[in-house]
């Protein structure tokens, strides 16, 4: 279920982790707006 998501976004191969992001990682360190916000929840 997440290929599909993986392969919209176009990130680069160099951007896979090969394990779990919290969201709480995206909310604390990434510049967001109040859409971006609200879109991950």
Request: aromatic share 14%; proline share 5%.
């Amino acid at each position: 279920m997440t290929e599909p998501i993986y392969k919209y976004l176009a990130l680069p191969e160099a951007c896979f982790l090969g394990k779990r992001v919290f969201k709480n990682l995206f909310l604390k360190n990434a510049q967001l707006g109040a859409a971006d916000k609200k879109a991950f929840d």
